[in-house]
């Protein structure tokens, strides 16, 4: 168990290019999140996978914005078109199903990928 | 809706000293589960510490004690003994067990700074 893994760690883009971003989650954790970070501020909440099934989506997610975790194991994060205002830190994290209820549960942190969009 | 504050942006702490850093949350859920994580410059979130709404007894791992009050609705983390390494963000978040269970909700963060 190496704990939750992003790649890449930066990505630097033109605005109006497309990026994606992988997140491997510890393995034997069935949700996994993505986070987004701007500077200053602490990470919002952009989407929620149980196993395979994208289960929440904020309304900060725009259409530009697709993820998908298509075998409930790694999931990918693509901004189509991006603009400058998509810089940020993109944090994934995964959790695992307890026997109760979810909500005692802490959320591991992978080190995160640093958008700058020039 | 969840939310959680963070009144202090910025904390000064001598080494050794002990520190408070305050955070004070809001939910109509029952039953919820309060976090710390430590964020380094770095950038990674390290989870420190967890409350449960039921939880009788303030949660200890550590350096790292929750000081919870929930008439008031506020889950202080406490750090004693401070270090330098101890320099870096701080987030207290919260997850409900209602329709929001699934995620965390993250104020916006305390940087503490520890001195000589």
């Known amino acids: 168990d190496t704990g939750v893994s992003q790649n890449p760690r930066h990505k630097i883009t033109k605005r109006g290019q497309n990026v994606t971003f992988r997140c491997d989650p510890i393995?034997?954790?069935?949700?996994l999140y993505w986070y987004r970070q701007t500077l200053g501020q602490g990470p919002e909440f952009l989407t929620y996978?149980?196993?395979?099934?994208?289960?929440?989506k904020s309304r900060l997610l725009s259409d530009r914005f697709s993820a998908e975790r298509p075998k409930g194991s790694f999931s990918t994060l693509e901004i189509q078109r991006t603009e400058q205002g998509d810089s940020a830190m993109y944090l994934c994290?995964?959790?695992?199903?307890?026997?109760?209820?979810?909500?005692?549960?802490?959320?591991?942190f992978g080190n995160g990928t640093r958008l700058t969009v020039t | 809706a969840q939310k959680i504050t963070q009144t202090q942006p910025g904390m000064f702490v001598q080494e050794k000293e002990a520190v408070t850093l305050d955070c004070t949350y809001d939910?109509?859920?029952?039953?919820?589960?309060l976090f710390w994580y430590k964020q380094p410059s770095s950038g990674e979130m390290i989870f420190l510490i967890y409350?449960?709404?039921?939880?009788?007894q303030n949660a200890t791992e550590g350096r790292y004690s929750l000081n919870f009050q929930k008439a008031r609705k506020s889950a202080n983390l406490v750090i004693s003994a401070s270090q330098l390494g101890d320099s870096a963000m701080y987030f207290c978040?919260?997850?409900?067990?209602?329709?929001?269970?699934?995620?965390?909700?993250f104020g916006t963060g305390t940087r503490l700074q520890v001195t000589l």
């Open positions: 939910t109509s859920d029952p039953s919820y589960g």
């Open positions: 393995s034997e954790h069935n949700r």
């Open positions: 409350q449960g709404s039921y939880d009788q």
């Open positions: 994290a995964s959790s695992p199903r307890g026997a109760g209820s979810s909500y005692n549960s802490p959320l591991h």
């Open positions: 978040a919260m997850r409900g067990s209602g329709g929001t269970a699934s995620k965390l909700t």
């Open positions: 996978f149980q196993n395979e099934a994208q289960l929440e």
